[in-house]
């Protein structure tokens, strides 16, 4: 399973280079295409786990002026 993040930014808000420590930190990795970065499960994850893991992200992005959408695919899906 892999969840696909989308970031837009506020030019009143932190800078991407901010953004991008802090997503960084929770094992996101950047990529290009429509999403701007993507988290790698590696096997089968729980609903719930994909609510905690969204719930982290939204604490590191508190605060940072940010408007975020996430996305978990069940299976394999193109970005480019």
Known sequence: MKTYLL??????????????????SLGFKPIQGYYDYVYEWGNNVHVEEILQFGDKVHLSLNGLG???????????KETD
């Open 7 to 24: 970031v837009w930014f506020n030019s009143e808000g932190a800078s991407p280079y901010e953004v991008n420590r802090r997503l960084l």
């Open 66 to 76: 940010v408007i975020f959408k996430i996305e978990t695919i069940d299976g394999k």
